[in-house]
């Protein structure tokens, strides 16, 4: 089992950043891609960004591509997603999961509890 408990979340204004991280624990997470999933209120959870541990390769949703950058800490054993100029639209709880790539989407695993961000126009 892999266990993962982001922070980072709150309340910023639109245009400002916000950085998340999530610390993982559990199984040896350098074969997993590792990566950040969200949620707006009334919408479908979707990919937002993720980190292949071994290789750093990165993947980005189109949304956020240029705007948010994902990272991996080997030696916190966490994966961060910093956000700048951020919209409204960003709005959501977001996830830190294990990242799978099936081709046709991303799905995740292995979920975190969630850290709401708030973005105020």
């Known amino acids: 089992q892999v266990q993962l408990v982001e922070s980072g979340g709150g309340l910023v204004q639109a245009g400002g950043s916000l950085r998340l991280s999530c610390a993982a624990s559990?199984?040896?997470?350098?074969?997993?891609?590792l990566g950040w999933f969200r949620q707006a209120p009334g919408k479908e959870r979707e990919f937002v960004a993720a980190?292949?541990?071994?290789?750093?390769?990165?993947y980005y949703s189109d949304s956020v591509k240029g705007r948010f950058t994902i990272s991996r800490d080997n030696a916190r054993n966490t994966v961060n997603l910093q956000m700048n100029s951020l919209k409204a639209e960003d709005t959501a709880v977001y996830y830190c999961a294990v990242a799978i790539n099936a081709g046709s989407g991303w799905y995740g695993a292995y979920w975190g509890q969630g850290t709401q961000v708030t973005v105020s126009s």
């Open positions: 980190i292949r541990w071994s290789d750093d390769n990165t």
């Open positions: 559990g199984r040896t997470i350098s074969s997993y891609r």
